[in-house]
């Protein structure tokens, strides 16, 4: 049923995601600005974010390194939507360096399709620590926390690209008009946790919502 609803949605949340872009940068601006006046407590991410791209550009993304990791992480963001749709998954499968599939019962849709192309599925573990105070707060989960964003960031970067089944299951022209939105979206909302936590990423979906107004047609 849910699956249903969503592919009746689609195209109509297409044409919403992208008049929601001149309010999700004006908002991200703001976000930008209160960083620039208090950049301290976002160190330790940036630290990790940086960190990650250098080890990624010397070591992770060579050849001999395989792909399982990130072809794991991948299906696993599948399969969560799949769960969140209330589909069964069955036959998660990933290789070395030749990609994996799951098998989804029930019906699919566009959003389990579309999900590891925006979802940052790394950062959860580390945000929840985070938000639950796991470890007594220590520094290297936010540097931590900023290296899984930064994996996610590079491995959306590679696996979007015109070959990929998921893609072209969306169809491209949805790809365009729903993506830009969804991961600046995660974006804000990653970069407000790490700066303030989490009532303040909250804060930072609600004023988009509050602020966007539906363009008259």
Same mark, same amino acid.
């Given at each position: 049923?849910?699956?249903?609803?969503?592919?009746?949605?689609?195209?109509?949340?297409?044409?919403?995601?992208?008049?929601?872009?001149?309010?999700?940068?004006?908002?991200?601006?703001?976000?930008?600005?209160?960083?620039?006046?208090?950049?301290?407590?976002?160190?330790?991410? /940036?630290?990790?974010?940086?960190?990650?791209?250098?080890? +990624?550009?010397?070591?992770?993304?060579?050849?001999?390194?395989?792909?399982?990791?990130?072809?794991?992480?991948?299906?696993?963001?599948? /399969?969560?939507?799949?769960?969140?749709?209330?589909?069964?998954?069955?036959?998660?499968?990933?290789?070395?360096?030749?990609?994996?599939?799951?098998? !989804? !019962?029930?019906?699919?849709?566009?959003?389990?399709?579309?999900?590891?192309?925006?979802?940052?599925?790394?950062?959860?573990?580390?945000?929840?620590?985070?938000? #639950?105070? *796991?470890?007594?707060?220590?520094?290297?989960?936010?540097?931590?926390?900023?290296?899984?964003? *930064?994996?996610? !960031?590079?491995?959306?970067?590679?696996?979007?690209?015109?070959?990929?089944? +998921?893609?072209?299951?969306?169809?491209?022209?949805?790809?365009?008009?729903?993506?830009?939105?969804?991961?600046?979206? *995660?974006?804000?909302?990653? #970069? *407000?946790?790490?700066?303030?936590?989490?009532? /303040? /990423?909250?804060?930072?979906?609600?004023?988009?919502?509050?602020?966007?107004?539906?363009?008259?047609?």
């Amino acid at each position: 049923m849910l699956s249903r609803l969503l592919n009746l949605l689609k195209w109509p949340i297409g044409l919403i995601s992208v008049s929601l872009l001149p309010t999700l940068l004006t908002e991200l601006i703001h976000l930008f600005g209160q960083i620039i006046s208090r950049p301290l407590p976002l160190f330790s991410f /940036a630290f990790g974010l940086v960190a990650y791209y250098v080890l +990624d550009r010397m070591l992770f993304s060579k050849r001999f390194m395989g792909s399982m990791f990130s072809t794991f992480e991948h299906e696993l963001t599948h /399969a969560i939507f799949a769960w969140l749709s209330f589909h069964r998954v069955q036959n998660l499968k990933v290789t070395w360096n030749s990609g994996g599939m799951i098998q !989804v !019962v029930g019906g699919h849709n566009w959003l389990i399709a579309i999900a590891p192309y925006w979802f940052p599925t790394m950062c959860i573990p580390f945000m929840l620590m985070s938000y #639950l105070g *796991s470890f007594g707060g220590a520094w290297w989960i936010s540097s931590a926390f900023g290296a899984a964003y *930064s994996y996610h !960031v590079l491995s959306t970067y590679r696996e979007t690209h015109r070959e990929q089944t +998921d893609l072209q299951y969306t169809t491209f022209t949805f790809a365009w008009l729903f993506l830009p939105t969804a991961n600046l979206l *995660s974006a804000g909302f990653v #970069l *407000s946790f790490a700066h303030s936590g989490l009532g /303040a /990423a909250v804060r930072f979906l609600s004023r988009v919502i509050e602020n966007y107004s539906i363009p008259l047609l």
